[in-house]
């Protein structure tokens, strides 16, 4: 798969930006592991993280009306065309940071293994999309990939969390 380096380039910067809103999620994440490690009858909190979602997709719906007007989102002309994107990848990021938030839950109940399967899902999805769709990928359709399997690997270990007791089995 050949993209160019213009292309590459593109990409580069736009998912580089997506993971922005990840760094309050990247300090939170090892404090929640230590919380729910000490208390196993935690239960995942849903209201936080759907508001976190939520964040995450407003601010792709706001960056994609922005790209109506600025395509290249003020970065100039190299990057016409960072907004679609962009939109893209942040709404992958929300799936990213809810995979991270239940990542550290699962972690925390003794089942590491779930996180290496969803992340295992989603290796396999993005390939599958790549294979499947071989001809001439753009960044932007890698884009959407990256967000399908991002998701798909969140829903995945959502519902791993959500499944019963949390608690080690033997």
Same mark, same amino acid.
């Given at each position: 798969y050949t993209i160019g380096a213009a +292309?590459?380039? @593109?990409?580069?910067m736009a998912l580089?930006?997506?993971?922005?809103?990840? /760094? $309050?999620?990247?300090? +939170?994440?090892? @404090?929640?592991?230590?919380?729910?490690?000490?208390?196993?009858e935690?239960? /995942? $909190?849903?209201g936080p993280l759907t508001l976190m979602i939520g964040a995450l997709l407003v601010a792709a719906v706001l960056v994609q009306l922005l790209a109506f007007s600025q395509p290249d989102l003020w970065l100039g002309t190299r990057y016409l065309g960072i907004g679609n994107l962009l939109t893209l990848?942040?709404?992958g990021t929300a799936g990213e940071a809810t995979l991270r938030v239940a990542g550290a839950r699962v972690n925390a109940a003794g089942r590491p293994w779930g996180i290496v399967l969803a992340e295992a899902l989603r290796c396999i999805v993005l390939i599958g999309l790549l294979i499947a769709n071989r001809v001439d990928v753009s960044a932007t359709a890698f884009g959407l990939?990256?967000?399908?399997?991002?998701?798909?690997?969140?829903?995945?270990?959502?519902?791993?969390?959500?499944?019963?007791?949390?608690?080690?089995?033997?």
């Open positions: +292309a590459l380039g @593109l990409f580069t580089t930006l997506s993971q922005v809103p990840l /760094m $309050p999620v990247n300090y +939170a994440t090892p @404090l929640l592991f230590r919380h729910w490690i000490a208390r196993p935690v239960k /995942m $909190p849903l990848l942040l709404v990939y990256w967000a399908a399997a991002s998701w798909i690997a969140a829903v995945f270990i959502v519902c791993l969390v959500r499944r019963g007791p949390i608690e080690a089995r033997s």
